[in-house]
């Protein structure tokens, strides 16, 4: 429990339900980039998953049925390692977001 708060963002940096509730709406046109197998997590897939996250900013992956894990602890476990937000985790389906460092590479301008 330690470690999780640790490297949790401080409360003042998470997205406010106006922000979250707006990339939602993205996320409904957007079609899963990643697929999440028996193999659940490998190093190489998060690495991709922090790739597409730099450079797409939202992304959305499916969980399939034979992966054991459950998806909303497969969810906080992504978005630890990849320091990104989870938007939403419905059924098998996980939308992460993290914002672009520089302001010139954002794709997505969130609601204030």
Known sequence: MLLYIIYRKDIS????TKQRAFLKGIAMTTEPIFQIGKSSLTPELTEAL?????????????????????PNEIAQIVSER????????IGKKIVLYKQAPDKKNRKIELPR
């Open 82 to 89: 990849t320091h990104s937000e989870v938007v939403q985790v």
């Open 50 to 70: 922090n790739e597409a996250l730099n450079k797409r900013e939202l992304i959305k992956i499916s969980v399939l049925k034979n992966c054991l894990d459950d």
């Open 13 to 16: 940096d998470m997205m406010t």
